[in-house]
């Protein structure tokens, strides 16, 4: 795994940020339109809030969540709620996000349609991920009810899924196009962390859902 240690946290959301522009911009030289996908969580802020300052084709771009909890846009919970107040700001405002939640009860109900619309976006060009001391990463979680199905080759696109660590039911991007995703970085903050990542290495993909990225994956970390 390439693995990138950062002396502290606004140095590494800077430099992140500024990778991740760098390969969008050479991606829209090449392409149409390029798909952006980003975790939600509490890590991410800063780096949305430095992207979404930066100078590019926006409106090329198609931003797509990795999961999101099934809560309501108004709660704190949301990780839609969060790329549209952290993300879409300002110059990148003008991208499009793809919508990974609907208001019905279940996620089951919704997820035909919100399949499509991440199958029109694929593959990922630039892929952020985070990732949880439990090892899990987008909601691909350790115990997870589908998680099996989740992390085979020939898995839908995107899945609803349950598990007890998650709290409220999950829809998430599947293993393969997360291995699909031309540039892969994983972002993550503190000495638990790191530690969980060093056990994920040696662990089996049920065990330590991450491993699924680990080999084409850039970690960032930072203290
Ligand atoms: O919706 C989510 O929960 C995320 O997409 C998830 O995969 C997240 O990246 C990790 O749980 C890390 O979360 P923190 O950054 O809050 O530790």
């Known amino acids: 795994m390439n693995f990138v ?3 502290d946290r606004e140095m590494m959301m800077l430099a992140l940020a500024d990778r991740i522009a760098g390969e969008l911009r050479q991606a829209l030289e090449g392409e149409g339109r390029v798909t952006l ?5 509490t890590t991410p802020g800063p780096v949305f809030d ?18 999101e909890r099934w809560v309501p846009e108004t709660s704190p919970r949301s990780n839609t709620a969060l ?19 609907a208001p019905t009860e279940a996620p089951e109900a919704a997820l035909g349609a919100l399949a499509e619309g991440v199958r029109a976006v694929l593959p990922i060009r630039v892929l952020l991920l985070g990732m949880g001391e439990d090892m899990h990463t987008a909601s691909l979680f350790p115990g997870a009810d589908r998680l099996a199905e989740a992390l085979a080759p020939e898995a839908p696109p995107l899945m609803a899924l349950r598990a007890e ?3 409220e039911p999950r829809i998430t991007l599947t293993a393969p196009v997360l291995r699909d995703a031309m ?5 993550i903050t503190g000495a638990a962390k790191r530690a969980a990542l060093d056990r994920a290495a040696k662990l089996s993909e049920a065990e330590a859902p991450v491993s699924v990225v680990l080999k084409t994956a850039t970690i960032h970390w930072a203290p």
């Not at 996908?37 to 969580?41: E, F, N």
């Not at 430095?50 to 999961?67: H, K, M, Q, T, Y």
């Open 50 to 67: 430095i992207l979404s300052g930066v100078e590019l084709d926006w409106a090329r771009v198609d931003v797509l969540l990795n999961d």
């Open 183 to 187: 540039h892969c970085h994983i972002l």
């Open 37 to 41: 996908s980003v975790p939600g969580g």
């Open 83 to 101: 790329v549209r107040a952290r993300l879409l700001q300002g110059p990148a405002a003008a991208a499009h996000l793809v919508p990974l939640h």
């Open 5 to 7: 240690a950062y002396a």
């Open 165 to 167: 660590a998650a709290g």
